[in-house]
Nanobody, 126 residues
């Protein structure tokens, strides 16, 4: 059973940066598209970014375009989310997710992902 573990969250001031990591175990995800999602208190979960299995194509939510970068290292079975120019509106629990094996196409739809991490808290102070 594939398990995803996020790390790298924390407290940062507005304008700062954080890099989230998501390490997979229990199986390889090199053929799966992966994504990052977030959920703020009292709000619905929203898609942040997604990446193809090869890393050649990425997609972003409008709210994070130009500030966040998703990437992956298949040799390390890890996906990353570099977050720059953070604002208080970015405060949320961030989750990584993976599609099933061989589902390499990226998608912003949470329903297309079958594996989820436990989440990591990101708090941006003003």
């Amino acid at each position: 059973q594939v398990q995803l573990v996020e790390s790298g969250g924390g407290l940062v001031q507005a304008g700062g940066s954080l890099r989230l990591s998501c390490a997979a175990s229990g199986g390889t995800l090199s053929s799966s598209a992966m994504g990052w999602f977030r959920q703020a208190p009292g709000k619905e979960r929203e898609s942040v970014a997604t990446i193809t299995s090869s890393g050649g194509l990425t997609m972003y939510a409008e709210s994070v375009k130009g500030r966040f970068t998703i990437s992956r290292d298949n040799a390390k079975n890890t996906v990353y989310l570099q977050m720059n120019s953070l604002t208080p509106e970015d405060t949320a629990v961030y989750y990584c997710a993976a599609r099933a094996r061989y589902y390499s196409r990226p998608t912003m739809s949470a329903n297309e992902y079958v594996y989820w991490g436990q989440g990591t808290q990101v708090t941006v102070s003003s």
